[in-house]
């Protein structure tokens, strides 16, 4: 099946660690996406990948890092300096070009707690 | 992209039609309306686009009104599996930065 998946489900680490979320797609799409989601809110943008080994700042990527070496893969670190990682995560894929609907597939999300 | 306006929560008879509203008044003509849904702690999921022209697929209608200002989606016959909050997007077609999903509307469907 194609499809996003994103491991682990439920993530606990103490504050002061960093902690690394996985993001794995099968679907050949170029680019890819972080969102962070708060309770109650929408989703907002970390950072994106529209290609291989480059990456953008989304509206929050204060306190987080991305890197893009497979097409396949684009994992999120929170670390430190994010002051509040407590959140549900979520992975997000899709095809580019103006030729294309933009929809965007999305992972089932992580939920990292930090205490 | 333009901004949306959605109303917080809305409720609907299982079996009805479920009509949920958007107010996207200050889209430009190269902008298309997208609607997303997420039920409860998932992924959201792509429903239905349009330009201006009404559309329909499997999972809903959408219907924009003629000066592109507003949207409706449709949901023709909803299920209790249809409860989810609901967002209306609206962006150029084809853009690779993100989508802006704003707090959408939280559909409870009734038995």
């Known amino acids: 099946d194609g499809g996003i998946t994103q491991s682990p489900k439920y993530l606990f680490r103490k504050e002061g660690q960093n902690v690394t979320l996985s993001c794995e797609q099968n679907?050949?799409?170029?680019?890819m996406y972080w969102y962070r989601q708060d309770p109650g809110q929408g989703l907002r943008l970390i950072y994106y990948?529209?290609?291989?080994?480059?990456?953008q700042k989304g509206d929050i990527a204060e306190g987080y890092s991305v890197s893009r070496e497979k097409k396949e893969s684009f994992p999120l670190t929170v670390t430190s300096a994010q002051k509040n990682p407590t959140a549900f995560y979520l992975c997000?894929?899709?095809?580019?070009?103006?030729?294309?609907?933009?929809?965007?597939?999305f992972g089932p999300g992580t939920r990292l707690t930090v205490t | 992209d333009a901004k949306t306006t959605q109303p917080t929560s809305m409720d609907c008879a299982e079996g009805r039609a479920a009509n949920l509203p958007c107010n996207h008044s200050?889209?430009?003509?190269?902008?298309?309306v997208y609607w997303y849904r997420q039920i409860h702690s998932q992924g959201p999921q792509y429903i239905i686009h349009g330009l201006k022209n009404n559309e329909t697929n499997e999972m809903a209608s959408l219907i924009i009104t003629e000066d592109r200002k507003s949207s409706t989606l449709i949901l023709p016959h909803a299920t209790l599996r249809d409860t989810a909050v609901y967002y209306c997007i609206v962006r150029v077609r084809g853009g690779a930065d993100g989508l802006t999903f704003g707090k959408g509307t939280h559909l409870i469907i009734q038995p």
């Open positions: 997000a894929s899709s095809i580019v070009g103006t030729a294309f609907i933009y929809e965007q597939y």
């Open positions: 679907l050949n799409h170029d680019a």
């Open positions: 990948s529209q290609i291989v080994n480059d990456f």
């Open positions: 200050t889209i430009s003509g190269n902008e298309y």
